[in-house]
Protein backbone atom coordinates (compact mmCIF):
# COMPACT_ATOMS: atom_id res chain seq x y z
CA UNK A 1 0.00 0.00 0.00
CA UNK A 2 2.96 2.50 1.02
CA UNK A 3 4.70 1.44 -2.40
CA UNK A 4 1.48 2.52 -4.68
CA UNK A 5 1.32 5.54 -2.71
CA UNK A 6 4.78 6.46 -2.97
CA UNK A 7 4.84 5.90 -6.82
CA UNK A 8 1.48 7.82 -7.03
CA UNK A 9 3.13 11.14 -5.42
CA UNK A 10 6.28 10.51 -7.55
CA UNK A 11 3.98 10.57 -11.04
CA UNK A 12 2.25 14.01 -9.53
CA UNK A 13 5.50 15.44 -8.75
CA UNK A 14 7.31 16.04 -12.71
CA UNK A 15 3.89 17.86 -13.76
CA UNK A 16 3.90 20.20 -10.63
CA UNK A 17 7.72 20.96 -11.39
CA UNK A 18 6.73 22.13 -14.38
CA UNK A 19 5.15 25.35 -13.21
CA UNK A 20 7.36 25.58 -10.26
CA UNK A 21 7.99 24.03 -6.86
CA UNK A 22 5.20 26.92 -5.60
CA UNK A 23 2.43 26.17 -7.00
CA UNK A 24 2.54 22.32 -6.49
CA UNK A 25 -0.01 22.26 -3.72
CA UNK A 26 -2.37 24.71 -6.10
CA UNK A 27 -1.97 21.50 -8.33
CA UNK A 28 -2.69 19.13 -5.75
CA UNK A 29 -5.59 21.00 -4.64
CA UNK A 30 -6.73 21.09 -8.51
CA UNK A 31 -6.67 17.80 -8.78
CA UNK A 32 -8.59 16.82 -5.67
CA UNK A 33 -11.27 19.14 -6.43
CA UNK A 34 -11.25 17.22 -9.87
CA UNK A 35 -11.60 14.03 -8.12
CA UNK A 36 -14.45 15.42 -5.86
CA UNK A 37 -16.47 16.64 -9.09
CA UNK A 38 -16.72 13.51 -11.06
CA UNK A 39 -17.92 11.44 -7.63
CA UNK A 40 -20.50 14.16 -6.56
CA UNK A 41 -22.32 14.00 -10.12
CA UNK A 42 -22.97 10.46 -9.54
CA UNK A 43 -24.61 10.19 -6.28
CA UNK A 44 -28.08 9.37 -6.12
CA UNK A 45 -29.84 12.79 -5.63
CA UNK A 46 -28.02 14.23 -8.45
CA UNK A 47 -28.76 11.31 -10.51
CA UNK A 48 -32.69 12.05 -9.53
CA UNK A 49 -32.58 15.76 -10.69
CA UNK A 50 -31.09 14.41 -13.98
CA UNK A 51 -34.13 12.13 -14.43
CA UNK A 52 -36.68 14.73 -13.42
CA UNK A 53 -35.37 17.37 -15.48
CA UNK A 54 -37.14 16.76 -18.99
CA UNK A 55 -40.68 16.89 -17.03
CA UNK A 56 -39.94 20.52 -15.31
CA UNK A 57 -38.62 21.68 -18.57
CA UNK A 58 -42.34 20.52 -20.34
CA UNK A 59 -43.95 21.42 -17.43
CA UNK A 60 -42.60 25.03 -18.11
CA UNK A 61 -43.02 24.71 -21.87
CA UNK A 62 -46.89 23.81 -21.80
CA UNK A 63 -46.81 26.59 -19.70
CA UNK A 64 -44.74 28.88 -21.96
CA UNK A 65 -47.67 27.50 -24.69
CA UNK A 66 -50.88 28.17 -22.64
CA UNK A 67 -49.74 32.20 -21.78
CA UNK A 68 -48.68 32.85 -25.31
CA UNK A 69 -52.05 31.05 -26.69
CA UNK A 70 -53.71 33.40 -24.62
CA UNK A 71 -51.80 36.50 -24.91
CA UNK A 72 -52.27 35.61 -29.22
CA UNK A 73 -55.35 33.91 -29.76
CA UNK A 74 -57.77 35.13 -26.93
CA UNK A 75 -56.33 39.07 -26.25
CA UNK A 76 -55.11 38.84 -22.78
CA UNK A 77 -52.60 40.96 -21.58
CA UNK A 78 -49.60 39.09 -20.57
CA UNK A 79 -50.55 39.95 -16.68
CA UNK A 80 -53.26 38.26 -17.05
CA UNK A 81 -52.70 35.58 -19.39
CA UNK A 82 -50.01 34.21 -16.64
CA UNK A 83 -52.91 34.70 -14.28
CA UNK A 84 -55.73 32.38 -16.15
CA UNK A 85 -53.17 29.89 -17.71
CA UNK A 86 -53.24 29.06 -13.93
CA UNK A 87 -57.06 28.04 -13.78
CA UNK A 88 -56.40 26.12 -17.22
CA UNK A 89 -54.95 23.08 -18.43
CA UNK A 90 -54.39 22.15 -22.00
CA UNK A 91 -51.49 21.07 -24.73
CA UNK A 92 -53.04 21.88 -28.00
CA UNK A 93 -54.68 24.56 -29.61
CA UNK A 94 -57.35 22.18 -31.34
CA UNK A 95 -59.96 22.36 -28.85
CA UNK A 96 -59.74 26.24 -27.78
CA UNK A 97 -59.25 26.69 -31.73
CA UNK A 98 -62.90 25.27 -31.96
CA UNK A 99 -64.53 26.99 -29.08
CA UNK A 100 -63.30 30.62 -30.04
CA UNK A 101 -64.58 29.77 -33.99
CA UNK A 102 -67.80 28.91 -32.66
CA UNK A 103 -68.11 31.81 -30.57
CA UNK A 104 -66.91 34.03 -33.44
CA UNK A 105 -69.39 32.70 -35.90
CA UNK A 106 -72.29 33.73 -33.25
CA UNK A 107 -70.99 37.21 -33.09
CA UNK A 108 -68.25 37.18 -30.13
CA UNK A 109 -65.69 40.25 -31.03
CA UNK A 110 -62.45 39.96 -29.74
CA UNK A 111 -63.19 41.79 -27.24
CA UNK A 112 -66.24 39.91 -25.29
CA UNK A 113 -64.40 36.70 -26.46
CA UNK A 114 -61.18 38.25 -23.55
CA UNK A 115 -63.51 39.39 -21.57
CA UNK A 116 -64.95 35.49 -21.17
CA UNK A 117 -61.94 33.84 -21.34
CA UNK A 118 -61.11 35.50 -18.36
CA UNK A 119 -64.06 35.16 -16.63
CA UNK A 120 -64.54 31.73 -17.00
CA UNK A 121 -61.15 29.94 -18.84
CA UNK A 122 -62.41 26.65 -18.51
CA UNK A 123 -64.83 27.30 -21.36
CA UNK A 124 -62.16 26.74 -24.10
CA UNK A 125 -62.03 23.41 -23.08
CA UNK A 126 -65.87 22.79 -23.47
CA UNK A 127 -67.22 20.22 -26.42
CA UNK A 128 -68.41 22.57 -29.12
CA UNK A 129 -70.76 19.85 -30.53
CA UNK A 130 -72.55 18.85 -27.27
CA UNK A 131 -72.22 21.61 -24.79
CA UNK A 132 -71.80 25.19 -26.28
CA UNK A 133 -73.69 24.76 -29.70
CA UNK A 134 -77.18 23.46 -28.66
CA UNK A 135 -76.96 26.32 -26.16
CA UNK A 136 -76.20 29.14 -28.31
CA UNK A 137 -78.43 27.61 -30.64
CA UNK A 138 -81.33 27.83 -28.29
CA UNK A 139 -80.27 31.22 -27.37
CA UNK A 140 -80.89 32.11 -31.09
CA UNK A 141 -84.12 30.86 -31.10
CA UNK A 142 -85.17 33.05 -28.48
CA UNK A 143 -84.14 36.30 -29.91
CA UNK A 144 -81.24 36.49 -28.44
CA UNK A 145 -77.65 36.46 -30.84
CA UNK A 146 -74.55 38.72 -32.03
CA UNK A 147 -73.59 41.47 -29.40
CA UNK A 148 -76.47 40.95 -27.30
CA UNK A 149 -76.05 37.27 -26.59
CA UNK A 150 -72.10 37.97 -26.31
CA UNK A 151 -72.87 40.88 -23.69
CA UNK A 152 -75.34 39.02 -21.72
CA UNK A 153 -73.10 35.58 -21.67
CA UNK A 154 -69.66 37.59 -20.69
CA UNK A 155 -71.78 38.80 -17.07
CA UNK A 156 -73.77 35.37 -16.74
CA UNK A 157 -70.88 32.61 -18.13
CA UNK A 158 -73.26 30.53 -15.94
CA UNK A 159 -75.18 30.75 -19.12
CA UNK A 160 -73.11 28.20 -21.14
CA UNK A 161 -71.60 25.98 -18.06
CA UNK A 162 -75.42 24.83 -16.65
CA UNK A 163 -77.34 22.33 -17.99
CA UNK A 164 -79.45 23.16 -21.01
CA UNK A 165 -82.19 20.40 -20.55
CA UNK A 166 -81.81 20.76 -16.62
CA UNK A 167 -81.55 23.97 -15.47
CA UNK A 168 -81.49 26.46 -18.51
CA UNK A 169 -84.76 25.37 -20.07
CA UNK A 170 -86.93 24.64 -16.92
CA UNK A 171 -85.87 28.76 -15.78
CA UNK A 172 -86.98 29.75 -19.68
CA UNK A 173 -90.20 28.39 -19.53
CA UNK A 174 -90.81 29.99 -15.72
CA UNK A 175 -89.55 33.13 -17.14
CA UNK A 176 -91.84 32.40 -20.30
CA UNK A 177 -94.94 31.85 -18.33
CA UNK A 178 -94.55 35.39 -16.74
CA UNK A 179 -93.32 37.14 -19.78
CA UNK A 180 -95.51 35.60 -22.44
CA UNK A 181 -93.23 36.22 -25.20
CA UNK A 182 -89.96 35.05 -26.12
CA UNK A 183 -88.79 38.74 -27.21
CA UNK A 184 -89.33 39.96 -23.59
CA UNK A 185 -87.64 36.96 -22.23
CA UNK A 186 -84.64 38.28 -24.54
CA UNK A 187 -84.88 41.44 -22.91
CA UNK A 188 -84.75 40.76 -19.65
CA UNK A 189 -81.61 38.53 -20.37
CA UNK A 190 -80.24 42.15 -22.39
CA UNK A 191 -81.24 44.29 -19.28
CA UNK A 192 -79.86 42.28 -16.53
CA UNK A 193 -76.47 42.55 -15.28
CA UNK A 194 -76.10 39.74 -13.25
CA UNK A 195 -78.71 36.83 -14.00
CA UNK A 196 -79.08 33.94 -11.42
CA UNK A 197 -81.77 31.84 -13.06
CA UNK A 198 -82.46 29.71 -10.13
CA UNK A 199 -82.99 32.73 -7.83
CA UNK A 200 -85.49 34.10 -10.35
CA UNK A 201 -87.78 30.98 -10.58
CA UNK A 202 -87.77 31.41 -6.74
CA UNK A 203 -88.68 34.90 -6.40
CA UNK A 204 -91.14 34.18 -8.95
CA UNK A 205 -92.62 31.61 -6.77
CA UNK A 206 -92.57 33.38 -3.69
CA UNK A 207 -95.03 36.28 -5.47
CA UNK A 208 -97.27 33.99 -7.22
CA UNK A 209 -97.56 31.83 -3.68
CA UNK A 210 -98.58 35.73 -2.32
CA UNK A 211 -101.39 36.11 -4.91
CA UNK A 212 -99.48 38.89 -7.03
CA UNK A 213 -101.05 38.84 -10.31
CA UNK A 214 -99.14 37.58 -13.62
CA UNK A 215 -99.10 41.43 -15.12
CA UNK A 216 -97.53 42.68 -11.87
CA UNK A 217 -94.51 39.67 -11.76
CA UNK A 218 -94.28 40.62 -15.41
CA UNK A 219 -93.69 44.01 -14.88
CA UNK A 220 -91.23 43.23 -12.05
CA UNK A 221 -88.96 40.96 -14.50
CA UNK A 222 -88.80 42.95 -17.36
CA UNK A 223 -88.54 46.80 -15.91
CA UNK A 224 -87.19 45.74 -12.93
CA UNK A 225 -84.71 42.39 -14.03
CA UNK A 226 -81.88 43.31 -10.84
CA UNK A 227 -84.25 43.03 -8.22
CA UNK A 228 -85.99 39.89 -9.56
CA UNK A 229 -82.43 38.47 -9.70
CA UNK A 230 -81.72 39.34 -5.72
CA UNK A 231 -80.18 36.74 -3.99
CA UNK A 232 -84.03 34.78 -2.35
CA UNK A 233 -83.53 35.56 1.40
CA UNK A 234 -82.40 38.99 0.75
CA UNK A 235 -85.35 38.90 -2.09
CA UNK A 236 -87.53 37.58 1.44
CA UNK A 237 -86.90 40.23 3.58
CA UNK A 238 -87.68 42.59 1.25
CA UNK A 239 -91.38 41.69 0.43
CA UNK A 240 -91.18 41.02 4.10
CA UNK A 241 -90.68 44.73 4.78
CA UNK A 242 -93.37 45.83 1.58
CA UNK A 243 -96.01 43.89 3.06
CA UNK A 244 -95.46 45.28 7.06
CA UNK A 245 -94.98 49.23 5.42
CA UNK A 246 -99.02 48.36 4.17
CA UNK A 247 -98.62 47.26 0.64
CA UNK A 248 -101.09 44.45 -0.75
CA UNK A 249 -99.09 42.24 -3.09
CA UNK A 250 -102.16 41.91 -5.20
CA UNK A 251 -101.61 45.75 -6.21
CA UNK A 252 -98.79 47.43 -8.77
CA UNK A 253 -97.68 49.80 -6.49
CA UNK A 254 -96.69 46.49 -4.22
CA UNK A 255 -93.61 46.29 -7.02
CA UNK A 256 -93.00 50.26 -7.29
CA UNK A 257 -92.29 49.90 -3.17
CA UNK A 258 -89.98 46.91 -3.29
CA UNK A 259 -87.98 48.05 -6.51
CA UNK A 260 -87.50 51.41 -4.25
CA UNK A 261 -86.58 49.33 -0.73
CA UNK A 262 -84.30 46.92 -2.84
CA UNK A 263 -82.44 49.55 -4.26
CA UNK A 264 -82.00 51.50 -1.35
CA UNK A 265 -79.16 50.03 0.95
CA UNK A 266 -79.81 50.66 4.81
CA UNK A 267 -77.41 53.14 5.26
CA UNK A 268 -79.15 55.20 2.28
CA UNK A 269 -82.12 54.64 3.93
CA UNK A 270 -81.54 56.32 7.16
CA UNK A 271 -79.87 59.15 5.69
CA UNK A 272 -82.81 59.99 3.23
CA UNK A 273 -84.91 59.78 6.87
CA UNK A 274 -82.48 62.62 7.80
CA UNK A 275 -83.40 64.60 4.61
CA UNK A 276 -86.83 64.43 4.56
CA UNK A 277 -86.57 65.53 8.65
CA UNK A 278 -84.81 68.55 7.61
CA UNK A 279 -87.12 69.28 5.16
CA UNK A 280 -90.02 69.55 7.56
CA UNK A 281 -91.14 66.00 7.12
CA UNK A 282 -92.53 63.86 10.16
CA UNK A 283 -92.58 60.01 10.26
CA UNK A 284 -96.43 59.57 9.61
CA UNK A 285 -95.73 62.22 6.18
CA UNK A 286 -92.91 59.91 4.99
CA UNK A 287 -95.01 56.79 5.42
CA UNK A 288 -98.09 59.01 3.74
CA UNK A 289 -96.02 59.98 0.93
CA UNK A 290 -94.36 56.46 0.70
CA UNK A 291 -97.31 54.60 0.47
CA UNK A 292 -98.88 56.84 -2.29
CA UNK A 293 -96.19 57.43 -4.67
CA UNK A 294 -92.49 55.32 -3.36
CA UNK A 295 -91.20 56.33 -6.63
CA UNK A 296 -89.73 59.78 -4.46
CA UNK A 297 -87.21 57.64 -2.22
CA UNK A 298 -85.12 57.36 -5.44
CA UNK A 299 -84.42 61.37 -5.96
CA UNK A 300 -80.85 62.74 -4.68
CA UNK A 301 -80.58 64.70 -1.96
CA UNK A 302 -80.24 68.27 -4.33
CA UNK A 303 -82.68 67.22 -6.26
CA UNK A 304 -85.51 66.91 -3.22
CA UNK A 305 -84.75 69.44 -1.07
CA UNK A 306 -84.36 71.72 -4.41
CA UNK A 307 -88.13 71.03 -4.90
CA UNK A 308 -88.81 71.17 -1.40
CA UNK A 309 -87.67 74.25 -1.42
CA UNK A 310 -89.92 75.66 -4.28
CA UNK A 311 -92.91 74.15 -2.93
CA UNK A 312 -92.13 75.04 0.70
CA UNK A 313 -90.50 78.59 0.68
CA UNK A 314 -91.74 79.95 -2.80
CA UNK A 315 -95.15 78.71 -3.11
CA UNK A 316 -96.21 78.54 0.48
CA UNK A 317 -96.92 74.77 0.46
CA UNK A 318 -96.81 73.27 3.83
CA UNK A 319 -94.05 69.95 4.21
CA UNK A 320 -97.04 67.94 5.09
CA UNK A 321 -99.25 69.06 1.99
CA UNK A 322 -96.16 68.31 -0.63
CA UNK A 323 -96.38 64.38 1.72
CA UNK A 324 -100.06 64.28 0.68
CA UNK A 325 -99.81 64.46 -3.18
CA UNK A 326 -95.50 62.73 -3.84
CA UNK A 327 -96.49 62.48 -7.16
CA UNK A 328 -95.56 66.27 -7.45
CA UNK A 329 -92.00 65.10 -7.12
CA UNK A 330 -91.99 63.40 -9.86
CA UNK A 331 -91.60 66.20 -12.43
CA UNK A 332 -88.37 67.83 -14.00
CA UNK A 333 -87.10 70.65 -11.14
CA UNK A 334 -85.95 73.02 -14.19
CA UNK A 335 -87.99 72.19 -16.98
CA UNK A 336 -91.46 71.67 -15.59
CA UNK A 337 -91.78 72.81 -11.64
CA UNK A 338 -89.92 76.33 -11.66
CA UNK A 339 -91.32 77.34 -15.25
CA UNK A 340 -95.20 76.66 -14.42
CA UNK A 341 -94.38 77.67 -10.49
CA UNK A 342 -92.78 80.97 -11.67
CA UNK A 343 -95.86 81.70 -14.00
CA UNK A 344 -98.16 81.17 -11.25
CA UNK A 345 -96.16 83.00 -8.62
CA UNK A 346 -96.76 86.24 -11.65
CA UNK A 347 -100.34 85.76 -11.50
CA UNK A 348 -100.77 85.81 -8.23
CA UNK A 349 -98.84 88.96 -7.79
CA UNK A 350 -100.78 90.69 -10.71
CA UNK A 351 -104.08 89.83 -8.82
CA UNK A 352 -105.22 87.73 -11.70
CA UNK A 353 -105.66 84.41 -9.79
CA UNK A 354 -106.67 84.58 -6.71
CA UNK A 355 -105.47 81.73 -4.34
CA UNK A 356 -102.59 79.23 -5.46
CA UNK A 357 -104.24 76.35 -7.55
CA UNK A 358 -103.35 72.67 -6.67
CA UNK A 359 -99.92 71.89 -7.03
CA UNK A 360 -101.07 68.79 -8.93
CA UNK A 361 -103.53 70.86 -11.61
CA UNK A 362 -100.33 72.84 -12.00
CA UNK A 363 -97.73 70.39 -12.51
CA UNK A 364 -99.69 67.27 -14.21
CA UNK A 365 -101.54 68.41 -16.47
CA UNK A 366 -100.71 68.86 -20.28
CA UNK A 367 -98.59 71.91 -21.69
CA UNK A 368 -101.21 72.78 -23.87
CA UNK A 369 -104.10 72.69 -20.83
CA UNK A 370 -101.61 74.41 -19.25
CA UNK A 371 -101.15 76.97 -21.58
CA UNK A 372 -105.10 77.36 -21.43
CA UNK A 373 -105.57 77.65 -18.72
CA UNK A 374 -102.66 80.30 -17.16
CA UNK A 375 -100.71 81.73 -20.21
CA UNK A 376 -103.07 82.01 -23.38
CA UNK A 377 -105.88 83.47 -21.66
CA UNK A 378 -103.44 86.61 -19.94
CA UNK A 379 -101.17 86.84 -22.37
CA UNK A 380 -102.06 90.78 -23.25
CA UNK A 381 -102.05 91.80 -19.86
CA UNK A 382 -98.35 89.70 -18.90
CA UNK A 383 -96.39 89.47 -21.94
CA UNK A 384 -94.06 87.83 -20.84
CA UNK A 385 -95.73 84.85 -19.59
CA UNK A 386 -95.07 82.45 -23.02
CA UNK A 387 -90.79 83.16 -21.87
CA UNK A 388 -91.47 82.59 -18.49
CA UNK A 389 -93.71 79.29 -19.05
CA UNK A 390 -90.61 78.20 -21.95
CA UNK A 391 -88.31 78.92 -19.10
CA UNK A 392 -86.65 81.69 -20.42
CA UNK A 393 -87.33 83.77 -17.57
CA UNK A 394 -88.35 83.59 -13.40
CA UNK A 395 -90.27 84.88 -11.22
CA UNK A 396 -88.79 82.33 -8.61
Known amino acids: MFVFCSKRLQSLVPICKIVGDSEIGLCI ?51 VAASVSQRINFETPERPDLVLGLLRDHGFTDTYISKLVKACPSLLLANVEKTLLPK ?16 VVVWNSCLLTRSLEKFIIPCYDILKSVLIHDEKVAKFFVRSSRIVLDRVASNISMLRALGMSESSISVLVTCHPNVA ?22 KMIFIIALHMISSVGESSWAHKMEIYKKCGWMEDDFMSAFRKDPCFMGLSKKNFMGKMDVFVNKMGLQPADVARVPIILRYNLEKRIIPRCSVIKVLLSKGLVKETPAMSTVLIQSDKAFLNRFVTKYQETVPLLLDIFHGKSSSL
Open 29 to 79: IQSSQLSQKSFSSNTPSSLAAEKYKPQEQKQEQDHSFKVSYLIKSCGLTPK
Open 136 to 151: LDFYRSIGLSGADLAR
Open 229 to 250: CLKTSKFEKDVEKVISMGFNPS
